[in-house]
């Protein structure tokens, strides 16, 4: 574990990187305890922001405001569950995640980047860009980096893991009324457990273009079934043949763009399996309600991927730009109760 100091040594010195162009070593841990209050934040973000490496910091129980403000620094921050918090700053909460062992979170953690490290320093450089970025520009930015992943070589193992790929079925996906000013759009692919394919893409784009013609209607977006959208259809993971047209394709066909412009208008219900694409289009919405068994999950980079349906956007702007990191980077499941500290569901209903 690096010291604060011996990390500002770093970051004056060159990166060794393997013979394929990677850092030596993805993942940097700092301890913040070493925190001196002659180290300026923005100094140390300024230089984080240049690694080609993942920066975890470690927080003591009960961190000074300087090392609170050093946080916000690394790519997410963890802290032992013990101990009051008595030094100020919301932000440099928010960089933090709290855990039983931070020994092992650590250990979790970097096997998740020695898996897909390529796909960890990417989301690592996306997060930090998503934070001084528009909604438009950030999902922009965000299919960018997808498409280039879906390209590489950790994606490519995966899907050679992956068994034959099963027919994907007839019907709607979805449902979709309007009555007494309300549009009602439920997802309605029970049986798939309401995975997020192309044809619901393009739905729910469809159905919610006519609320954006119709300011009067109030939108509701539900899942049919226990799950309310188990991510994407990983069955047509891989079929794009050309990334670079599905860059144009998921730019000009956002759901995601889509439902932040009705932000202010549309309510989401949730419960189940919210994964992936399940809660990256969801936290679009101003109103997230969920229920008590709502399971939340980021599992993209077990496949060699960011979040690709707007989370490095959605999420971030709810949760901030830190627990996303943890979320995306170790795949954990997210309680609902945890999820509604942290401001990224709204309200726990029956």
Do not use: K
Not at 58 to 75: I, K
Not at 231 to 246: M, S, W
Request: net charge neutral; charged share 20%.
């Amino acid at each position: 574990m690096l010291t604060v100091a011996g990390l500002l040594r770093l970051l004056d010195a060159p990166q060794p990187l393997t013979a394929e162009g990677l850092p030596v070593d993805p993942l940097l841990v700092v301890d913040l305890a070493t925190a001196d209050d002659r180290v300026r934040a923005e100094t140390l973000d300024a230089g984080l922001g240049m690694l080609p490496q993942v920066t975890v910091g470690v927080l003591p129980s009960d961190p000074s405001p300087q090392a609170l403000l050093l946080a916000q620094a690394c790519t997410f921050t963890l802290r032992q569950a013990a101990g009051q918090w008595s030094a100020p700053g919301a932000r440099g909460r928010r960089a933090c995640v709290v855990v039983d062992d931070v020994d092992a979170e650590l250990a979790a953690v970097e096997r998740s980047i020695q898996h897909a490290p390529v796909a960890a320093v990417s989301l690592h450089r996306l997060l930090r860009l998503q934070a001084r970025s528009t909604v438009p520009d950030g999902l922009v930015a965000e299919s960018a980096v997808y498409s280039t992943l879906l390209a590489g070589p950790e994606f490519a193992r995966w899907l050679a893991g992956r068994p034959p790929r099963r027919p994907a079925g007839t019907g709607e996906p979805l449902d979709v009324t309007a009555e007494a000013g309300v549009l009602r759009i439920t997802l309605s692919r029970p049986a798939r457990r309401n995975a997020y394919s192309a044809a619901m893409r393009e739905a729910l784009t469809d159905a919610l273009s006519v609320a954006a013609a119709d300011p009067s209607l109030r939108v509701e977006l539900r899942g049919r079934g226990p799950d309310f959208c188990a991510g994407g259809d990983l069955d047509e993971f891989g079929t794009a043949l050309d990334p670079a047209r599905a860059h144009v394709l998921r730019t000009a066909r956002s759901a995601g763009l889509a439902l932040h412009r009705l932000a202010a208008r549309t309510t989401t219900y949730l419960q189940g399996n919210c994964i992936g694409a399940g809660i990256e289009l969801p936290a679009f919405a101003d109103r997230v309600l969920a229920r008590d068994d709502t399971l939340i999950r980021l599992p993209e980079l077990a496949m060699g991927l960011v979040p690709g349906a707007g989370g490095t956007v959605s999420v971030t702007r709810r949760i901030g730009r830190w627990r996303t990191a943890w979320l995306a980077l170790t795949g954990a499941p997210l309680t609902v109760r945890t999820a509604l500290s942290w401001g990224l569901v709204d309200e726990v209903v029956p």
